[in-house]
């Protein structure tokens, strides 16, 4: 017992010190440009590399019901050609300037990145300009892209065990919403789309005024800001985006479903519970409280599924926060088909104690160190940071969060983390999808 | 002008202006001045326990991360599995601390502890903030020196392996690339096998101290030091810290040799796949030889993200996949490629086609263009420099060529030796490693995909487990009913020993390489049990002769005697009526069960297979034969298939057979004759 407190012991005299070292702070310039289009300047020379992330506010919630998949489309048709740039050139010229390139969209956002050496910084500018508002939207772009994302689907979805997880839980957590669907689309969707769809989905969202750039890295400011005016500055603006208001009715019953699921060899369980918009006070509570029950061996759910009662081989939290809901999704992957119902039991069990006795000072002060060691961490490397102050742009509309944020997780209090999990986790109303694998043999 | 058509022009005017989207971009921008790439500082130094420490200082934040490498891994195991379970158990347990109290304290910090094995060593990660640095040496050390490996945490640890074991049947990835992997080394080398739900049950605490003892060595290893500390500062604090973690007798770093499987197509049934998982696998060279180079700049070619071929023709031309996948390893003994694609089920056969004839093919015959090199290699020592942003990077270079035995100076000349690669240089590491005929391609797929394969040639099933599908069920008949049943059809006992000659001429067709080549061939047995058999196939002649005792074979090439194995199964050949006789001659005959209308049984000797045979069985005639031979390219499939039966004095013999192999087939067509002539004794040996 001595080692115990004396840990306990370490861990609250860490916190009453309050030794809360902060990461080095961040330094950024910002500019708007007449056609809207946010720039943000971070100057970081460790290295001879440059970073670019344009984050569009656009992502699957934004699309027709009808016509899904279309951000995600969009995402793999920026690669294609441009009034400058011709067909598979983007990232020959960005691989010849010994660069990399990347893109990513979710249900909220499509941002793009490039990361060059330094000398190089104009090329990912000339490129996102020239593709901002001048895309050849184009067949033979678009029926290459339909192959490859259909095939993106396969791997991603119908190939993997598990692979329409997201799908079914999205569909249950927030129907009637943008959030309803799944990013990368419906098979019948990505058949139908036309050249016009894609035009107007581009005309729509695809404006100065509904994106921010960001440029990272090793450069001299007073020259980018020449280039970003040179590229940008004459690209109209587009018109005020009208965006549908998403409207999250209060989950109504408890769902529970067996998938029956050929590619999985051991059963999966998730439960999905409503949770914390992005950047709501709620939100910091959860991801602390997430981090006790799910972060590390000495969390409470691996201890107690995993090691003590050893019915699974992971047992996961993970909160899911969108720019306008959230969720919190329990992953729990039982070591057997025998374990089912005891896995679920004891997960019931974990959520009931937490609810009614809330955490411990220790294991909030352990939640908040892995919060700030990974604050530190994760503040590394150009691109990175590049996409932190893009993100905190697009749903903050605050970049200096990126230096701030650490502050909201620290003022969480006991009482807070208890209030959260009565409010979030002391319900029925939850999304239970119990994937069983079906043996070869049937 | 009135008003309002003023108003209307100024409105069309207006309109035209806000949809003109064309702004002046100009060129493409070219570079500015390059900033000169200077080499990042490092220091080496040696702890008074042997440890080798690399240390490079980092100040952007306020942290520290290690690596330490210790050779070993899998590789070296004397138990399989050893490695992996004494990395996954170190951690759970010191004489002071129990696996809770470790992790309390680790996640406490938000740290981070971990060890983890590979093949060819095993490695001890950590990070924490600057400020913690104290506790997490002082974790690392009591781990390190203290462990007490619980056989209660064994047992959990187990359970949790032995799932994901089951998990990773689910992965079509993973299948392929265990599979390539076991194709190139052999099912049980080390450097290919995989842990078995039998494997580890039978791992004991005793195997894991033993691994622990013979590796967990300072003086075998190296440790990378990163963070914001003062060089000469944290090497006094780790001699001080470390100091308890004591040198070893060095083991001596051994591996078996790979005993590559026979070459051909290698599909693993997955029931339910909407995707093949296509791999291609060559074993290629050792880190420090000379083609290594040539070989990796060839595998980039190939498949280097955006850049390579696998992305530019099987995702943007034929939009078959969405992610090419793979690369050329870099193992310090051993290295392999093993590259490919995940594609959707009805062009598994297009996409072979295409890296067959787009890709391989085309390096093969004409080399990689000027402008792919130069693509190539901009991107790669682009990426190179453009790495060493992250300074973990340098780190992990700097321990990788330590441990291969590299000189730490050769990662300054990376880009030079990079860029030296000529296309000619691809071309000859095509040719000479990555030849599809010299390695193996790999199919993870549904059932249905398996007949598109059959085209490029044998295909060998295997199921989850990599153990082979045999499709078999259940044949009751023993292997004495079997040999008794076969005997009879051929025309019973008695019959098959009434003859004095047999005697049995044929018209042999041999297709190799879309050309056929017409020959003849002629087979003499005698009951005294001597042998002449002849192929002539006019641009090549090969004729056996065994005269009871010593066998020989006279080609174009000259004269052999027989020897040892050889001599013994020709031995066997010279008897007409071997497969009925297969005990008298040593052999021994397991059914395996029934495929189709056809008895599957084993031919072995001891252990050893020697051929497989399938008996029609409602006739019991012998109707295919396979066995493997041991050839220059590696072990090949020899299947050969027998019919049209006919009764030749009471004697039941097959008058077609049909051989394939993966580099020829031939068809010969028999007429017999029994005791219709005598021959001398000099037919059977070799002219004096």
């Not at chain 1, 119902?341 to 220790?362: C, F, H, I, P, Y």
């Not at chain 2, 330490?68 to 138990?79: F, N, Q, R, V």
């Not at chain 2, 490695?123 to 913690?132: A, Q, T, Y």
């Not at chain 2, 462990?147 to 990773?168: M, N, Y």
Request: glycine share 6%.
């Amino acid at each position: 017992m001595t080692k115990i407190l004396s840990i306990s012991a370490l861990l609250v005299f860490l916190s009453a010190v309050g030794l809360f070292a902060q990461a080095n702070e961040i330094k950024f310039e910002q500019e708007t440009l007449d056609n809207g289009l946010v720039v943000i300047y971070n100057l970081d020379r460790s290295a001879p590399v440059v970073s670019t992330v344009v984050h569009y506010k656009v992502g699957s919630k934004d699309e027709n019901p009808e016509k899904t998949g279309f951000a995600h489309f969009f995402e793999h048709l920026m690669f294609e050609s441009t009034a400058e740039i011709p067909r598979s050139s983007i990232d020959k010229y960005i691989n010849q300037a010994g660069g990399t390139l990347n893109a990513h969209t979710s249900m909220d956002e499509t941002v793009y990145k490039f990361t060059v050496p330094a000398n190089q910084i104009k090329l990912p500018l000339w490129i996102e300009a020239s593709r901002m508002r001048k895309l050849n939207v184009q067949s033979e772009g678009v029926e290459t892209q339909r192959g490859v994302v259909k095939e993106e689907r396969n791997v991603r979805v119908d190939n993997q065990p598990y692979g329409d997880l997201i799908e079914r839980m999205a569909k249950k957590l927030w129907p009637g919403s943008g959030y309803e669907w799944p990013t990368i689309g419906y098979h019948e969707h990505l058949n139908k789309a036309t050249i016009e769809d894609f035009q107007s989905f581009y005309n729509e969202f695809y404006q100065p005024n509904n994106a921010c750039l960001v440029i990272s890295g090793d450069f001299n400011i007073d020259e980018a800001k020449n280039y970003v005016k040179e590229y940008f500055g004459s690209i109209p603006k587009g018109k005020e985006i009208k965006r549908t208001t998403q409207n999250f009715s209060d989950l109504k019953e408890k769902v529970d479903v067996i998938v029956e699921d050929e590619k999985a060899q051991l059963p999966g369980i998730f439960e999905g519970f409503r949770g914390p918009k992005l950047g709501e006070d709620d939100y910091y509570a959860m991801s602390l409280l997430s981090s006790i029950m799910a972060s590390g061996e000495s969390s409470r759910l691996y201890q107690s599924l995993v090691n003590e009662k050893q019915l699974a081989v992971a047992s996961q939290m993970i909160p899911f926060s969108l720019q306008y809901s959230g969720a919190l999704i329990f992953v729990n992957i039982p070591n057997s088909a025998e374990n089912v119902e005891a896995t679920k039991n004891a997960l019931n069990e974990e959520l009931s104690k937490v609810v009614k006795n809330g955490v411990t000072q220790e294991e909030l002060t352990k939640a908040k160190n892995i919060v700030e060691a990974s604050s530190v961490m994760s503040n590394k490397n150009t691109l990175s940071k590049a996409m932190s102050i893009a993100r905190y742009w697009a749903y903050y509309g605050e970049p200096g969060m990126i230096n701030t944020e650490i502050d909201k997780y620290l003022e969480v209090s006991l009482d807070d983390i208890k209030r959260v999990a009565k409010k979030y986790l002391d319900t029925d109303k939850k999304i239970i999808l119990t994937y069983m694998p079906v043996t070869a043999e049937k | 002008m009135n008003k309002m058509i003023k108003l209307l022009v100024v409105a069309i005017i207006f309109s035209q202006f806000a949809i003109a989207q064309d702004y002046k971009l100009g060129e493409k921008p070219e570079p500015l001045e390059s900033k000169k790439f200077e080499f990042p500082a490092y220091k080496e130094a040696t702890l008074d326990n042997g440890l080798r420490v690399f240390v490079i200082e980092d100040h952007e934040q306020p942290m520290l991360s290690f690596n330490i490498l210790m050779p070993g891994g899998d590789a070296l195991e004397s138990k399989k599995d050893a490695a992996g379970f004494a990395a996954a158990l170190i951690m759970k347990g010191t004489k002071t601390k129990s696996a809770f109290d470790i992790s309390k304290v680790l996640d406490g910090l938000g740290a981070n502890l971990s060890v983890s094995n590979s093949t060819e060593f095993t490695r001890v990660s950590g990070s924490s903030i600057i400020k913690h640095k104290e506790v997490l040496f002082d974790m690392l050390v009591d781990v390190m020196t203290n462990p007490t490996f619980p056989k209660e945490e064994l047992d959990k640890i187990k359970v949790q392996a032995k799932a994901g074991i089951k998990s990773e049947k689910g992965d079509p990835g993973s299948l392929a690339s265990n599979m390539s992997k076991k194709a190139l080394f052999g099912l049980d080398h080390p450097y290919a096998s995989v842990s078995t739900e039998e494997t580890v049950d039978a791992i004991t605490v005793e195997d894991i101290k033993k691994y622990y003892k013979d590796f967990y060595l300072p003086n075998s290893s190296s440790m990378v030091i990163v963070g914001d500390f003062k060089t000469d500062d944290i090497i006094k604090e780790l001699n001080k810290k470390l100091a308890t973690w004591k040198k070893g007798d060095l083991v001596k770093l051994e591996i078996p040799a790979p005993k590559p499987m026979p070459k051909g197509i290698y599909f693993i049934e997955r029931k339910g796949s909407v995707q093949s998982a296509v791999r291609y696998a060559n074993m290629t060279v050792p880190f420090n030889d000379a083609d290594y180079m040539n070989i990796n700049v060839a595998s980039h070619v190939i498949n280097s993200s955006f850049a390579g071929r696998m992305f530019k023709i099987i995702r943007e031309k034929h939009s078959y996949t969405y992610s090419p996948t793979g690369g050329h390893s870099s193992n310090r003994f051993y290295n392999y490629s093993i590259f490919g694609s995940d594609v959707r089920n009805d062009v598994t056969d297009s996409t072979i086609i295409s890296i067959n004839d787009e890709i391989l093919g085309d390096l093969y015959k004409n080399g990689p263009s000027k402008e792919e090199m130069e693509t190539i290699k901009q991107f790669r020592i682009g990426q190179f420099y453009l790495s060493f942003e992250s300074s973990g990077f340098l780190g992990s270079l700097i321990q990788s060529y330590d441990f291969k035995g590299v000189p730490i100076r050769m990662i300054k000349e990376y880009p030079n030796q990079y860029d030296k690669v000529s296309a000619l240089d691809v071309q000859k590491a095509v040719t000479k490693y990555l030849n599809p005929a010299d390695g193996y391609v790999i199919v993870v797929g549904d059932p249905s995909v398996k007949e598109q394969l059959e085209k490029f040639g044998t295909v060998f099933t295997y199921d989850t487990d990599y153990k082979p599908a045999t499709g078999l069920t259940s044949a009751s008949i023993d292997a004495d009913d079997l040999l008794e049943n076969y005997t009879k059809a051929l025309g019973g006992e008695d019959e098959l020993k009434d003859y004095d000659v047999i005697q049995a001429t044929g018209i042999v067709s041999m297709s190799a390489s879309g050309q056929n080549l017409p020959g003849k061939t002629e087979m003499i047995y005698t009951k005294t049990g001597k042998m002449y058999r002849l192929v002539d196939l006019n641009v090549y002649k090969s004729e056996e002769l065994y005269n009871g005792t010593t066998g020989w074979e006279i080609s174009t090439s000259g004269t052999i005697m027989k020897e040892g194995n050889d001599l013994k199964s020709m031995k066997f050949d010279a008897d007409p009526f071997k497969y009925a006789n297969a005990v008298k001659h040593g052999y021994n005959l397991q059914v395996k069960g029934k495929k189709g209308n056809q008895v599957v049984a084993e031919m072995k000797e001891g252990d050893k297979l020697i051929e497989t045979l399938y008996f029609n069985s409602e006739s019991y005639l012998l109707e295919k034969v396979e066995m493997l031979q041991d050839t220059p390219r590696g072990s090949l499939l020899v299947v050969v298939n027998y019919s049209d039966y006919k009764d030749v004095d009471g004697m039941k013999l097959p008058t077609v057979s049909k051989t394939e192999t993966p580099m020829f087939n031939m068809e010969t067509t028999y007429e017999y004759k029994v005791n219709a002539m005598t021959f001398p004794d000099s037919k059977f040996e070799p002219a004096k």
